[in-house]
């Protein structure tokens, strides 16, 4: 989902669950590649482990177990919204997205 999160940049209730492929060397996690923030910046950030980076240490490449990031499975993306994720502004349907959460005010069509 990001290629580099700098200092001072943060993320927040957000999730990646496109298919990762890894074009060249380097780092490479499931939800940031390179995260240069202060700890704390990166709060109820998800990625699916089911899509390329399976390994639930690596959420950013550069720093295993980065605080703030968690890998689920597709199941747990698609059976429930994440912890963090605000129902009034999240949902989550089995039928709508494929099940994953979607932003109430932005519903996929």
């Known amino acids: ?8 940049g943060q993320i927040r209730t957000s999730y990646a669950a496109g298919e990762i492929t890894i074009k ?3 780092d490479a996690g499931g939800l940031i590649g390179e995260d ?31 605080p ?3 890998g689920l499975t597709t199941q747990q993306l698609q059976s429930a919204l994440p912890t963090g994720f605000d129902p009034k502004i999240w949902a989550s349907n ?13 519903p996929p069509q």
Not at 1 to 8: D, H, P, T, W
Not at 94 to 102: L, R
């Open 94 to 106: 089995p039928n709508i997205n494929n099940g994953y959460p979607y932003l109430l005010a932005n």
């Open 36 to 66: 240069d923030s202060a700890v704390g910046n990166v709060q109820s950030a998800y990625w699916d482990l089911d899509m390329g980076i399976n390994n639930p240490s690596q959420g950013a490449g550069n720093i295993a177990n980065d």
């Open 68 to 70: 703030g990031i968690t």
């Open 1 to 8: 989902m990001v290629g580099k999160n700098y200092i001072g």
């Open 24 to 26: 060249s060397v380097g």
